[in-house]
């Protein structure tokens, strides 16, 4: 599977590319292998082609920047708070025609995604577009919202454990996390 970060306005845009694309023949269709995408409802219509002419099956969306620990590997680029993150519904329009175009997976990312307050809700949302809701998160908050996410739809959770010492671990994310972190 390969795997791309994308805003509602690149997935049109790259739909759009892809369509000219495989109508001026520079994308050949693939004998044996179909580039149409199953749709919710049962219908079917052309699957995102990237431009090595594979189908991408799979989203990112990173919903926040915002994160708990000060890695020192991390940049923590981006917004510095909520105010310039994707609401609920705009995350759930993206993934929606991200569906529409193929897409089954969607893993949510950030920063830490379980710092927004309506990751439940977020999590309820995309589950109803797409076969797969998945979750990467340093696991700080993992514990106290595991449950509510699981109902909400979410099939998968990686945890970034960063190291199993825990005197490499507080050094790694500057901070004494590893006992929460760890149960």
């Given at each position: 599977?390969?795997?791309?970060?994308?805003?509602?306005?690149?997935?049109?845009?790259?739909?759009?590319?892809?369509?000219?694309?495989?109508?001026?023949?520079r994308i050949p269709r693939e004998?044996?292998?179909?580039?149409?995408?199953?749709?919710?409802?049962?219908?079917?219509?052309?699957?995102?082609?990237?431009?090595?002419?594979?189908?991408?099956?799979?989203?990112?969306?990173?919903?926040?920047?915002?994160?708990?620990?000060?890695?020192?590997?991390?940049?923590?680029?981006?917004?510095?708070?909520?105010?310039?993150?994707?609401?609920?519904?705009?995350?759930?329009?993206?993934?929606?025609?991200?569906?529409?175009?193929?897409?089954?997976?969607?893993?949510?990312?950030?920063?830490?995604?379980?710092?927004?307050?309506?990751?439940?809700?977020?999590?309820?949302?995309?589950?109803?577009?797409?076969?797969?809701?998945?979750?990467?998160?340093?696991?700080?908050?993992?514990?106290?919202?595991?449950?509510?996410?699981?109902?909400?739809?979410?099939?998968?959770?990686?945890?970034?454990?960063?190291?199993?010492?825990?005197?490499?671990?507080?050094?790694?994310?500057?901070?004494?996390?590893?006992?929460?972190?760890?149960?």
């Amino acid at each position: 599977a390969y795997r791309y970060k994308l805003s509602a306005r690149r997935i049109s845009q790259l739909a759009k590319m892809n369509r000219h694309a495989q109508r001026s023949g520079r994308i050949p269709r693939e004998k044996g292998r179909s580039k149409l995408a199953t749709t919710m409802d049962g219908g079917t219509r052309e699957a995102l082609i990237d431009p090595h002419g594979r189908r991408v099956n799979s989203l990112r969306v990173s919903i926040t920047q915002r994160c708990n620990f000060n890695c020192f590997f991390c940049h923590q680029e981006g917004e510095s708070g909520p105010d310039g993150e994707a609401t609920p519904e705009e995350i759930e329009t993206i993934v929606s025609v991200a569906a529409e175009l193929g897409i089954g997976k969607v893993k949510i990312t950030g920063g830490e995604p379980l710092l927004r307050e309506d990751v439940v809700e977020i999590v309820q949302r995309i589950s109803a577009h797409v076969d797969e809701v998945s979750m990467t998160t340093n696991g700080y908050l993992l514990a106290e919202r595991a449950c509510d996410l699981k109902e909400a739809g979410l099939d998968r959770v990686n945890v970034s454990f960063h190291s199993g010492d825990p005197d490499v671990f507080c050094k790694i994310i500057g901070s004494d996390s590893y006992p929460k972190v760890r149960t």
